[in-house]
């Protein structure tokens, strides 16, 4: 049977990660309050970050806005947000240059 978490982010009890997903701090906080679906969905959402932000995950900053990103996603207690002038890919098609794929518009 799988480790039951009352989870954070979803606001219900549900099976919660089999180990702390970072070490430290954060990482045991995560194991004890979030659950595998809720952090699923943080991997989508950390997918979808670097990509529109193009982030270097060798950059010791891009790092940092990804920490400070998991932690309002997990414990700020907003709804999910998308990166400012972020576009669904297939609401870009069509829209022209540059709208193509979710990332940001090519000034002209």
């Known amino acids: 049977m799988p480790r039951m978490v009352n989870c954070v982010k979803l606001g ?10 970072m070490p430290g701090e954060l990482g045991q906080r995560i194991y004890e309050q979030v659950s595998e679906q809720a952090w699923r969905m943080w991997e989508t ?4 970050l670097i990509n529109h932000y193009g982030l270097n995950l060798a950059d010791p ?4 806005f990804l920490r400070e990103q998991m932690e309002e ?4 207690g ?3 947000q998308k990166p400012e002038g ?3 890919e297939d609401a870009g098609v069509g829209v ?3 709208r193509k794929g979710g990332g940001p518009a090519r000034k002209k």
């Open 96 to 98: 022209g240059p540059g």
């Open 12 to 21: 219900r009890q549900l099976p919660g990660l089999e180990k702390p997903p």
């Open 61 to 64: 900053e891009a790092r940092k």
């Open 45 to 48: 959402q950390r997918t979808l």
């Open 73 to 76: 996603f997990f414990f700020g």
């Open 86 to 88: 972020w576009v669904p």
């Open 78 to 80: 907003q709804e999910e």
